[in-house]
C-alpha cells in the first residue's frame, strides 16, 4: 500500500483542489444563471436611448458642454429604483404592469393609461422610423429602401422568431452604443472638464436651461420601459429565487445606458459646444456637424449609432404597446405566440410598424411637432405611471414579503414626486413654446 497517498501533506492538498474546483463552479454557476436572465434590464434601459433620446443629449452636450452632466447620476439612481419595483413587480406577481393596473384601480383608469401609452408610444414609433431614414440618408442610402427593411426585419423576427431570438437580437443590437464611446474619445475631450461637470451640481434660471434639463430626465425615465421591462421578466417565466439576478440586470443595464448618454453628451460638448455650433435640432444634424470637427469618422460612428438605436428602440415600442393593451384588456399575448394563438397582441404590433412605417416616408413630415406632442402625452403620462408602480410596490396583497420596505418607499416616492413635478413643468413649457 502506498502510504504517501494518505499522508497529511497530500490530503491537504486534495482538500484544497476540491475547494478551488468547487469555487469555480460556483463562480460559473453564478455567471450562468447571470446570463440566463440577461436581457429585459438591459434592453429595457436601452431602447430610452433612441432617436429623439439622441437629439436630446446632442442638444444638452452642444448648448451647454459639460455642465450638465451631473445630472446622470440622480437620473441612473433614479431609473434603477423604477426599474427594479417593475422587475419584483413582475417577478413575484407573474403579471405585467398593465395587468396589475386593470386589477388593482379598475378599468377606466386602465383605459385612460393605455389609450395615453398607445398615443405616446405611436408618436416615438415614428420618430424611430425617421431616425432610421435619417441616419441612412447619412450613409446615402434612400429612405424608402431602409424604412420597409427595417420594419419588414423587425415584424420577421418578432412574428418568427422566439422570446429567446428576439431578446439576443436586441442584447446585440445594444453593442452598437459603443460606437458613442468611441466617438467621444475621437472628439479627446478635456477629461478635467468631463470630471467637474459630472461631480459639481451647477443650476441657472434660465428657461432654456430648465426646459434642457427636464427633457433629459424625461427621455431617459419614459413610461413605455417600465411597460417592457415587466412584461419581458414575466414573459422569461422567472422566479423569486432569480430576483436577485434580475436586479443585477437592471442595475447593469441602467448603469451601461446612462453611460451611453453622458458619452453623447460628452462627444457633442467636445465638438460642437466647444466649436461654436449651439443648435442641433437632431441626431442626424449632430453627426453631420462633427464632421469639420472631428472627421468622417466620428460622424458615421454617431449615424451607426443612431442607427442601432432607433432600430432597437423601434422593435421595444410596439411591442411594449402590443403587451400593455393585450394585458388591459385580458388578451393573450407572448413573443413565442404565433397569430392564431394571439392576434390581437401580434395585430397591435404589426399594426403599429406598418403606421410608424408610412408615416415617416412621407416626404417633409414634421418631426420636431410630432416629438413636442409626444413629449407632452408622455409628460402626463409618466407621473400616472410612477405613482401606480409605488403603489403597487407597496400593495402587501399581491407583493408579500417582497413589498417596498420604508427605506426604499422614501426614496422611491421622493423620486415619483420630484420626476413628476419636473415632467409636468416640461409640459407647462412646451405648450407656451408652441404658442
Known sequence: MDFARFSPKTLVGRVERFRSRTRRSLSEYRLYAYLAVLGPGIIAANSGNDASGIATYSTAGA????????????????????????????????QGLADLIREQFGVRWTALVMLALFLANTG??????VG??????????????????????????????????VERVF???????????????????????????????NFSGD?????TLVALIGTTITPFMQVYVQSAVVEKRMDEDELHLARADVITGTVFACLISAFIVICTAATLNANGVYNVDSAATAA???????????????????LG????????????????????????????RSFREAPIFLGIFTSLLVLGAVVAMIPGIPQIPLLLVTQ?????????????????????????????????NIVAWTITCIVSSLSLLLIGKTIVGMF
Open 207 to 211: 428657461n432654456v436651461y430648465i426646459f
Open 288 to 306: 453631420e456637424s462633427l464632421v469639420p470637427i472631428a472627421g468622417e469618422y466620428a460622424k458615421y460612428l454617431f449615424a451607426v449609432g443612431l
Open 309 to 336: 438605436a432607433a432600430m432597437l428602440a423601434m422593435g421595444v415600442l410596439p411591442l411594449a404597446t402590443a403587451f400593455s393593451l393585450s394585458e388591459a384588456l385580458g388578451f393573450e399575448k407572448g413573443i413565442s
Open 132 to 165: 432610421i431614414a435619417q441616419a441612412s440618408e447619412l450613409f446615402g442610402v434612400s429612405r424608402y429602401f431602409t424604412i420597409p427593411v427595417a420594419a419588414l426585419f423587425i415584424w420577421w423576427l418578432v412574428v418568427k422568431g422566439t422570446a429567446k431570438s
Open 171 to 201: 442584447l446585440l443590437m445594444s453593442l452598437v452604443f459603443f460606437t458613442y464611446i468611441i466617438s467621444a474619445f475621437l472628439a479627446r475631450p478635456d477629461w478635467g472638464k468631463v470630471g467637474s461637470g459630472l461631480l459639481r451640481p
Open 376 to 408: 407632452c402625452v408622455n409628460g402626463l403620462l409618466l407621473p400616472i405611471i410612477l405613482i401606480a408602480i409605488v403603489k403597487l410596490a407597496n400593495n402587501e396583497e399581491i407583493m408579500g414579503e417582497h413589498k417596498n420596505t420604508t427605506a426604499f
Open 124 to 129: 416615438v414609433i415614428i420618430s424611430e422610423f
Open 63 to 94: 448648448s451647454y458642454g459639460y455642465g450638465l452632466l451631473w445630472i446622470f447620476i440622480p437620473m441612473t439612481i433614479s431609473l434603477i429604483v423604477v426599474q427594479e419595483m417593475c422587475v419584483r413587480m413582475g417577478v413575484v406577481t407573474g
